[in-house]
């Protein structure tokens, strides 16, 4: 019965989620009238348009990194209010990322240029990329989930030359060494 209404109780985000970001204007989904579960062209008309991306695993990376500050925050907390926590902190930050200033700011970035935010089937893929990294950290050691977020951050270095320490760099503090980098110059 538990089992349940934690179900009921993320749904029911993912469906309010949903209405505020169809609220925003965002588009449902990408503007070809298509879905694909994958799409792996960082600089394309595509990217953050489909249920994931390369950019899911900075995603899944805010799963691990919140699972260990609610926990570590609040330790007595049962775990499915510290799961619909997280969800609530990745809602929040998905809806900061799609407005005006935040999809401005990463134009700026040598990798989104024509950037113009995330559909909402991608927005609710990175929101189910934050679940499985609070499950997946919740199951493993601590030692194993600092070596997830390493591993996931080397592979999107390696792949696209991004990261989510490069993504929060560049968005607050741009480095033209890092810009050049990306770029491939």
Not at 7 to 33: I, K, N, S
Not at 58 to 68: C, K, M, N
Not at 83 to 104: C, S, V
Request: hydrophobic share 55%.
């Amino acid at each position: 019965m538990r089992t349940l209404w934690i179900t009921a109780g993320v749904l029911g985000l993912l469906l309010l989620h949903t209405a505020l970001l169809l609220y925003m204007g965002q588009p449902l989904m990408y503007e070809g009238g298509y879905i694909k579960l994958w799409h792996g062209v960082i600089v394309s008309g595509e990217n953050s348009q489909h249920l994931s991306d390369w950019y899911t695993l900075s995603h899944v990376i805010h799963g691990i990194l919140f699972y260990a500050l609610l926990t570590f925050l609040f330790p007595r907390m049962p775990l499915a209010w510290r799961l619909f926590l997280a969800i609530g902190i990745e809602m929040a930050w998905e809806f900061f990322e799609n407005t005006d200033m935040i999809i401005n700011r990463y134009r700026e970035q040598a990798l989104a240029q024509g950037y113009f935010g995330d559909s909402i089937v991608n927005s609710l893929g990175d929101v189910l990329a934050v679940v499985f990294g609070f499950f997946v950290t919740w199951k493993l050691p601590k030692w194993g989930s600092v070596a997830l977020v390493i591993v996931l951050e080397l592979i999107a270095l390696y792949m696209i030359r991004d990261s989510l320490t490069l993504n929060i760099i560049q968005l607050i503090h741009p480095l033209n060494f890092i810009g050049d980098w990306q770029a491939g110059s």
